[in-house]
């Protein structure tokens, strides 16, 4: 089985398979896109020999990994039948790609979030978009990020609770870019499948967000509306993760929540 020689094409590479693995020692990693997208750019950095085992994005979202030279212009319904075959000889693995679109008006300022991004600054597969630093004049690229959303199988929203909800670019943002028959409605099924996540942090203490509290309810009650907004997209939601007390929690803590995040987002790349 030979997936470039049988797919023919640019392929300049003529090994098969388990030959390149064998030659490069290394492991074998493939993402293909979920939709049937156009199937192209895919490339090694063995080449270059920079990482053996190493994963190569294109912008289209499709992975490839130590082994191969370029190898381009295939749909995915080319390429899928192939897959088992090489799942079962070289130990293929799907590897996920997230996007982390943080909002904050002030990184610079930050006590947490900037920690928190740092730490999850570099995961391969990861990638991270300050809005606030790119459309700081609210002028979203609507195209750019659309084409962003649609490259990544995993979205995290991270941003710090403001009155309850989020910062005004983030909800700007979902305004423009998550529109009708892009995100929803009978043509917007760019988003079906994919997985969203919220990051936030909260001044209030965890106690504050109770039926006891000043601030009455979990803060996950007030983060229904993105759970709903997933929902009517077709996404699958996942649990927030969430960081209390911002005032006043210690660096120690800020770091095991750090951490935690940074396990979090590499457990993403790595999900089946
Ligand atoms: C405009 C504004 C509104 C805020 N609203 C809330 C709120 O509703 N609930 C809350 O717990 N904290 C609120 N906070 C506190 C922020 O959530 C907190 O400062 C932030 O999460 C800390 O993150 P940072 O250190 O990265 O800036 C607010 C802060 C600002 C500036």
Redo the contacts with the bound molecule.
């Keep these: 089985m030979c997936w470039p020689c049988d797919l023919n094409t640019e392929a300049t590479t003529q090994r098969c398979v388990t030959d390149k693995l064998q030659a490069i020692g290394g492991r074998f990693l493939a993402k293909v896109w979920p939709d049937d997208r156009l199937y192209t750019d895919i490339y090694s950095s063995v080449d270059d020999n920079r990482k053996v085992g190493a994963i190569t994005r294109s912008q289209y979202g499709v992975v490839v990994f130590a082994g191969w030279t370029r190898y381009a212009g295939h749909r995915e319904s080319d390429v899928k039948p192939h897959l088992p075959a090489i799942n079962d000889q070289a130990g293929f693995l799907t590897v996920k790609n997230v996007l982390v679109v943080l909002s904050?008006p002030?990184l610079e300022?930050?006590?947490?979030?900037?920690v928190l991004t740092d730490g999850i600054t570099g995961i391969d597969g990861v990638t991270i978009k300050d809005i606030y630093a790119e459309y700081g004049d609210f002028a979203i690229d609507v195209e750019r990020e659309q084409r962003d959303l649609t490259a990544h199988d995993i979205v995290v929203l991270q941003f710090?609770?403001?009155?309850?909800s989020c910062p005004a670019l983030l909800k700007e943002w979902l305004d423009k870019v998550m529109v009708r028959n892009f995100a929803y409605g009978k043509h917007g099924k760019a988003l079906v499948d994919k997985k969203l996540m919220l990051a936030v942090?909260?001044?209030?203490p965890e106690e504050t967000y109770r039926a006891t509290g000043s601030?009455e309810y979990p803060v996950e009650e007030f983060l229904k509306v993105f759970e709903l907004t997933a929902k009517f997209c077709s996404m699958s939601y996942d649990k927030p993760l969430i960081l209390h007390n911002?005032?006043r929690i210690t660096d120690e803590d800020i770091a095991a929540h750090s951490n935690h995040y940074r396990d979090l987002l590499s457990t993403y790349v790595a999900s089946e």
Excluded: D, E, F
């Design positions: 904050h002030n300022k930050s006590k947490v979030n900037k710090p609770l403001y009155w309850y942090t909260a001044g209030g601030n911002t005032y």
